[in-house]
C-alpha cells in the first residue's frame, strides 16, 4: 500500500515517483496549501522580526507611555493601532505589539520545533528499540510510554518549572520537559511498523544473510518508517507551541521581558474589556500557527498514504492537539 | 479463571506505577532543591521558623529514611515532628501545607467539586456532541456537511482553550452580558445558579476535546463501514440503522472508552488552564497558588494527586475493557 511495504530492490524508484506524486497530491489541496501558507508566513514574521524592528524603529522592550491614554490603555482606537504601530501597543507600558508578536514567532518556533526534535528522537529510538527486539524490553519500554502518555503534563511541568533552579536556562527547560512527554504517542507508532517490518522478507532476508541488528535497523526498517515520521514531525509541532503558551499562559512559562504570545494573552486577561486588540493579536498568531501546522499535517498525511489516512487521521495516539491542554 | 487473574494482574500493575510515581515526584521535588524545608516554609520564611520546619520535615535524615516516611505517609498516615507538638497528617497524606496550616489532602478535597463539576460536564458535553459531529460527518462523507463538520474541529483543535474562554467572556460575558464571567456555586446550594455559572466554562472545555472526538469517530467509522461484514450485514437485507447502529457503533465503545477515561482522568487532577480563566478555584488553581507562594508540599500533593486520578483512570479503562471485549479475558 505504501513504499513502507516494498522490497528493497524497488524501493529506490519507488520513492522518486511517489515524492512527486506527493507533491501534486499535497498542492491539490487546498486546506494544506492554506496550512502551508500560513506556516511559512510565520516562520518568515519570526526571522524578519529583527529586520522589520529596523524599518520601523520598534522595539519589543521599548516603553512608549505617550502612546498611552490616561487610563494606561492605548490611546486611539483599536488598541492605537496607526501607520507606525500596525498592531497598536501594549496597555500599560506602550510597547509596540507588532514587535512583542513577531519575536514571540521566535520564541514559539524556537521552542516548539526544538521539542519537537527532541519527542521525536527519543520516540523513534523507543519505538524501534521496543519493537525490533520484543521481549523484556518491549514490555518495559511500552509501559512506561504508558505511563507518560497518561501522565498529566501540564501540572507536573507546573510543579517542576516552580522548584527548578532560576540558574537553568527557561527556554531549554521548556524545550526539554515539552520534548520529554511529547514521545509516546511516536514511539507507539513506530513500534507498531517495526513490529510488522520486522516479519517482512526483506528484514528476515537481512537478517539470514547474517547483518547486525542495529544495520538492519538503519537501512532497513528506518527508512521504510521515515514518511510515517514526517508526518509525526509535522502534527506534533501545534502541540508543543501550544505547550509554550500553555505555560506562559499560566506564569511558568519564559521568562519576561522575553516575548511570548501565551504571557500577552494571559496579560490581557485583565484588558479584555477596554483594550480586545490585545487579546485578539497575539491570541490570532497562536491560532493560526496552530491551524496551519494542523491542517498542513493532515494534507501531509493524506497525501503521503490516502489509503491509510482515513483511518489513521483520528487514531486516538493523534497528536493533533492546541496543548492547551485544558 | 483467566479474566480474574487480568484483573489481579492490572490491579498489581497500576500500584507498581502509582509507587514509581511517588518515588519520581519525591526524587525529583525534594532531592533536587538546595533544602526542601525552605521551599516548604513559604514566604516569609523567618529563621525560627525555617528551624521549626526542617525539624517537621526531618530533612536531616538521609534520603531513603525520606523516601519510605513519604510513601507510608500516602498509605498510613504520618506525624510531622514528635511530641506534643507534631502535627498528625491522615491517610493518604500527600503532605502538609506549613503556610496554609492544612494537610494537602484536605485542601484538595476542599478544592475538587468545583473541578470535577467542572470536568464532568464539560465531559457530557463533548462525549455527545463530538461523536455526534463525527457520526454525522462519516453518514455524510464527502459532502458539504463533512467538510463543514471537519472544518470546524480542526479549527476547534487549533483555538487554545483559554483564547476561547476570553473571548467566550468578552463576548456573552461583557458584549451581550448574557452570562456569568466566572465565580463557583456549589451544586447543594443552588444548582440553577451552579449550573449558570458553568455554562460557558463547560462549553469552552468541551469544544477542543469535541474536535478529537469527532475525528476519531469519523475515521473509526470510516474504517468500520468499509468491513466485510458491514457490506455482509447489508447483504442480509438489514437496514442502514441496525447496521450502523448494531455493527458500526460497537466499534466505537472500545477507543472511546479508553480516550474518555484518561481525557476526564486528566482534567479531575486539575483543569488548570480553564480554572483560571474563568476564577473558578479548583485542583488546578490550588497548585497555581501553591506554585506562586513555592508551597512545595501542595506542589507535589497536586501532582502526585493528578497522577493517581490518570492511573486510576486508566486502570478503570482496562477493566472496562474486559467487561466490553470478550477477546481481552483470553488473551491472558
Known amino acids: 500500500m505504501t513504499a513502507a511495504s516494498q522490497g528493497p530492490a524497488e524501493r529506490v524508484p519507488a520513492q522518486r515517483t511517489r515524492r512527486d506524486s506527493v507533491w501534486v497530491r499535497l498542492l491539490r489541496s487546498r486546506a494544506s496549501v492554506t496550512g502551508l501558507v500560513l506556516v511559512l508566513v510565520f516562520i518568515l514574521l519570526a526571522l524578519l522580526a529583527p529586520v522589520f524592528s529596523a524599518l520601523t524603529g520598534n522595539s519589543p522592550l521599548s516603553y512608549n507611555s505617550d502612546l498611552l491614554g490616561p487610563d494606561t490603555a492605548p490611546a486611539g482606537p483599536f488598541g492605537g493601532i496607526s501607520t507606525q504601530h500596525w498592531f497598536g501597543v501594549e496597555p500599560r507600558t506602550g510597547r509596540d505589539l507588532f514587535a512583542i508578536v513577531s519575536y514571540g514567532a521566535q520564541v514559539s518556533l524556537l521552542i516548539g520545533l526544538a521539542a519537537t526534535l527532541v519527542s521525536i528522537v527519543v520516540g523513534v529510538i523507543v519505538g524501534l528499540v521496543a519493537g525490533f527486539y520484543g521481549g523484556f524490553a518491549d514490555r ?16 507536573f511541568a507546573i510543579a517542576l518549572s516552580a522548584t ?17 512527554f511529547g514521545w509516546p504517542s511516536i514511539a507507539r ?15 528476515r532476508a537481512a537478517a539470514a544473510q547474517g547483518t547486525g ?35 506562559s499562559f499560566l506564569g511558568v512559562g519564559v521568562n519576561p521581558p522575553t516575548p511570548s504570545w501565551g504571557r500577552s494573552i494571559s496579560d490581557a486577561i485583565s484588558w479584555v474589556q477596554v483594550d480586545p486588540m490585545y487579546l485578539i493579536f497575539p491570541g490570532m498568531a497562536l491560532f493560526l500557527v496552530t491551524l496551519g501546522f494542523n491542517m498542513f499535517g493532515d494534507g501531509l498525511r493524506d497525501a503521503l498514504d490516502p489509503a491509510e489516512a482515513r483511518s489513521e487521521s483520528a487514531a486516538p495516539i493523534e497528536p493533533v492537539s492546541t496543548g492547551g491542554q485544558p | 479463571m483467566s479474566r480474574a487473574k487480568f484483573v489481579i494482574y492490572r490491579l498489581l500493575g497500576a500500584l507498581i506505577v ?48 525520606q523516601l519510605f516516611d513519604f510513601l507510608r505517609g500516602i498509605v498510613v498516615g504520618r506525624d510531622f515532628g514528635a511530641g506534643a507538638a507534631a502535627i498528625h497528617c491522615d491517610a493518604p497524606c500527600f503532605g502538609y501545607s506549613f503556610r496554609l496550616r492544612d494537610s494537602v489532602t484536605s485542601l484538595i478535597l476542599s478544592r475538587l467539586p468545583i473541578t470535577v463539576s467542572l470536568t464532568l460536564g464539560a465531559a457530557v458535553l463533548w462525549a455527545i456532541g ?46 451581550l452580558n448574557v452570562l456569568p464571567i466566572g465565580g463557583y456555586v456549589p451544586l447543594t446550594e443552588n444548582p440553577a ?38 457490506r455482509t450485514a447489508r447483504a442480509k437485507g438489514l437496514s442502514e440503522p441496525v447496521v450502523i447502529g448494531k455493527h458500526g457503533l460497537r466499534n466505537l465503545v472500545l477507543p472511546l472508552t479508553t480516550l474518555f477515561a484518561i481525557d476526564i482522568g486528566g482534567l479531575l487532577g486539575g483543569a488548570v488552564i480553564t480554572e483560571k480563566v474563568f ?17 512545595i508540599q501542595v506542589i507535589v500533593g497536586v501532582t502526585l494527586f493528578a497522577a493517581a486520578i490518570v492511573v486510576i483512570a486508566n486502570l478503570l479503562a482496562d477493566l472496562s475493557y474486559s467487561i466490553l471485549d470478550p477477546r481481552i479475558g483470553a488473551r491472558h
Open chain 1, 140 to 155: 518495559l519500554l511500552s509501559r512506561l510510554t504508558d505511563v507518560i502518555f497518561g501522565f498529566p503534563f501540564l501540572i
Open chain 1, 164 to 180: 527548578v533552579p532560576a540558574s537553568v536556562p527557561r527556554t531549554l527547560l521548556l524545550i526539554l520537559v515539552i520534548g520529554f
Open chain 1, 189 to 203: 507508532v513506530v513500534r507498531s511498523e517495526t513490529l510488522s517490518l520486522k516479519e517482512r522478507g526483506f528484514v
Open chain 1, 213 to 247: 541488528s542495529a544495520r538492519i535497523i538503519i537501512r532497513e526498517i528506518f527508512p521504510n518508517i521515515l514518511a510515517t515520521i514526517i508526518v509525526f514531525t509535522t502534527v506534533s509541532i501545534p502541540g508543543k507551541i501550544g505547550a509554550e503558551a500553555a505555560l
Open chain 2, 18 to 65: 502509582l509507587l514509581i510515581v511517588a518515588a519520581a515526584c519525591f526524587a525529583i521535588f525534594y532531592l533536587m532543591p538546595s533544602n526542601p524545608a525552605q521551599y516548604s516554609c513559604g514566604k516569609p520564611c523567618s529563621p525560627d521558623r525555617l528551624a521549626e520546619v526542617e525539624r517537621y520535615l526531618g530533612v536531616d535524615q538521609a534520603w531513603w529514611k
Open chain 2, 130 to 175: 463530538g461523536i455526534a459531529a463525527g457520526l454525522i460527518a462519516a453518514l455524510k462523507r464527502g459532502t458539504a456537511t463533512d467538510n463543514v463538520v471537519m472544518g470546524a474541529a480542526i479549527t476547534g483543535i487549533s483555538a487554545p482553550t483559554y483564547l476561547l474562554g476570553l473571548l467566550g467572556i468578552l463576548l456573552f460575558g461583557f458584549t
Open chain 2, 193 to 230: 445558579m451552579w449550573a449558570f455559572h458553568l455554562i460557558l466554562p463547560w462549553i469552552v472545555l468541551a469544544i477542543a476535546n469535541a474536535a478529537i472526538y469527532a475525528r476519531l469517530t469519523r475515521g473509526q467509522m470510516l474504517e468500520v463501514m468499509s468491513q466485510d461484514y458491514i
Open chain 2, 279 to 295: 476564577g473558578l478555584g479548583g485542583v488546578g488553581t490550588l497548585l497555581l497558588e501553591a506554585v506562586s507562594n513555592l508551597d
